[in-house]
């Protein structure tokens, strides 16, 4: 399973960004996915995940980004997307989408197995 993430920027604070996750090999639709991210100088994060149940989705979210941010999939393109409104300087840092071959999600980052290059979104005050 291969995880290319893209769609990262340079963005003002209060503005929007949506980043992306191309997946390829295995079986998308499948996987629970998400989405964490890595500030300077600071430990890798959970940011959102999203995973199917039964014909519709649970999404899963870090407080600090609940209400701002949204996680959705698209299985027709094997593609997850992280929308990301109202950013904040503190939303600066390189995100990074994982997959997992188990059904549920976790924000346990050691508990996913494979993952995206990153992407780095910088949000200017």
């Known amino acids: 399973v291969q995880l290319q993430a893209s769609g990262g920027g340079l963005v003002q604070a209060g503005g929007s960004l949506r980043v992306s996750c191309a997946v390829s090999?295995?079986?998308?639709?499948?996987?629970?996915m998400g989405w964490f991210r890595q500030a300077p100088g600071k430990e890798r994060e959970f940011v959102a995940a999203?995973?199917?149940?039964?014909?519709?989705?649970?999404?899963l979210y870090a407080d600090s980004v609940k209400g701002r941010f949204t996680i959705s999939r698209d299985n027709a393109k094997n593609t997850v997307y992280l929308q990301m409104n109202s950013l904040k300087p503190e939303d600066t840092a390189v995100y990074y989408c994982?997959?997992?071959?188990?059904?549920?999600?976790?924000?346990?980052?050691?508990?996913?197995?494979?993952w995206g290059q990153g992407t780095l979104v910088t949000v200017s005050s």
């Open positions: 090999g295995g079986t998308f639709s499948s996987y629970p």
């Open positions: 999203i995973r199917r149940s039964g014909s519709s989705t649970i999404s």
């Open positions: 994982a997959a997992r071959s188990s059904i549920a999600t976790t924000q346990d980052l050691g508990r996913w197995d494979y």
